[in-house]
């Protein structure tokens, strides 16, 4: 029998509470582990178990001036860090130290050859943290120190990030611009009307990392053809070249077109068919290592359907 497909969850990542009518809500993470209860398929998934990100390897991302005041703002029992939509409590520091670690599991479970590939739910998403900042439900950038976890520890050379949240994943970009051996492909919405306002295609990265940033912007209300034909086109051809030894992924599903935060048309379909497509690209160079991080989705429904047959299509990978 084949390796399986790791799940990483915690019930402690229902503990960040950032507010009572913010989107980015603990019954995101209800919905998708209701969900794979009901069908059953939480039983066929290999459970990893997340810790939290050890400092040092947190320091590798974020100033530690900037990660001791996150602390101090939950310790002092703040209600927002930094901007308003970063909404905290008390726990908010902890969890979000579980959520890096739990992406860093999900990698090393994958590079230890104890499952094929892995889909991390976690909270609070990353994708938008800064070195120094919080942005857009964002602390730690969970899919950064991942990937300085995979080069340094594992010794990769080369890491693909793809991002398809519907959101430009400023951070993640902006950590490695100039380091040639992390590609960034992201498919956002056009930054001219969309958060956070970066992300078009002249942003490529610089220096020694020119040419490993490709921002494929799509105007708003974009469907799946737009989507996939950016994909296919040329966002796939890139990375084939690139060829990457591992491949995350931050899965947002807020592109959908029931998602209430932003104006794209993507359906259940085309995610799928976007997923086993970076499948196929993961078999091609990286021995099939891919995994999945939780970034956006604030439909409930949507996101449960979403993560249900994106673990599926892991699962028969
Ligand atoms: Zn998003």
């Avoid at 290999?46 to 001036?65: G, K, M």
């Avoid at 080369?158 to 992390?182: L, S």
Wanted: hydrophobic share 40%.
């Amino acid at each position: 029998m084949g390796l399986g497909t790791g799940f990483v969850y915690d019930e402690r990542y229902l503990r960040h509470r950032p507010g009572e009518f913010h989107p980015e809500r603990p019954a995101r993470l209800e919905a998708i582990v209701n969900r794979l209860r009901e069908t059953g398929l939480m039983d066929e998934l290999v459970r990893v178990t997340p810790y939290e990100a050890p400092l040092p390897w947190v320091e590798r991302v974020h100033e530690p001036a900037y990660i001791k005041r996150f602390q101090e703002a939950c310790r002092k029992g703040m209600s927002i860090f930094m901007v308003p939509d970063c909404g905290i409590c008390s726990e908010s520091y902890d969890i979000a130290l579980l959520a890096a670690g739990g992406v860093m599991a999900g990698v090393e479970a994958v590079m230890q050859g104890l499952v094929k590939n892995a889909f991390c739910a976690v909270r609070p998403p990353g994708h938008h943290a800064e070195r120094n900042r919080a942005l857009g439900f964002c602390f730690f950038n969970n899919v950064a120190i991942a990937t300085v976890y995979l080069l340094e520890n594992f010794r990769l050379s080369r890491v693909a990030i793809v991002d398809w949240d519907v959101h430009h994943g400023n951070g993640t970009q902006h950590f490695f611009e100039e380091d040639p051996r992390v590609f960034y492909l992201s498919l956002h919405e056009d930054p001219h009307t969309c958060y956070p306002g970066t992300g078009f295609r002249q942003e490529q990265g610089r220096g020694a990392g020119r040419g490993t940033t490709l921002n494929l912007p799509l105007p708003r209300g974009s469907g799946d053809q737009e989507y996939l034909q950016a994909l296919e086109k040329e966002g796939l051809p890139a990375l084939r070249q690139f060829a990457p030894e591992f491949v995350l992924l931050s899965a947002g599903f807020d592109a959908h077109q029931d998602d209430p935060l932003a104006h794209q048309n993507l359906s259940r379909e085309a995610y799928r068919t976007m997923g086993s497509l970076l499948l196929e690209l993961a078999r091609e160079s990286a021995d099939g290592r891919l995994v999945g991080v939780l970034e956006g989705g604030y439909n409930l429904t949507t996101l449960a359907d979403c993560v249900e047959d994106h673990l599926r299509l892991l699962m028969a990978a």
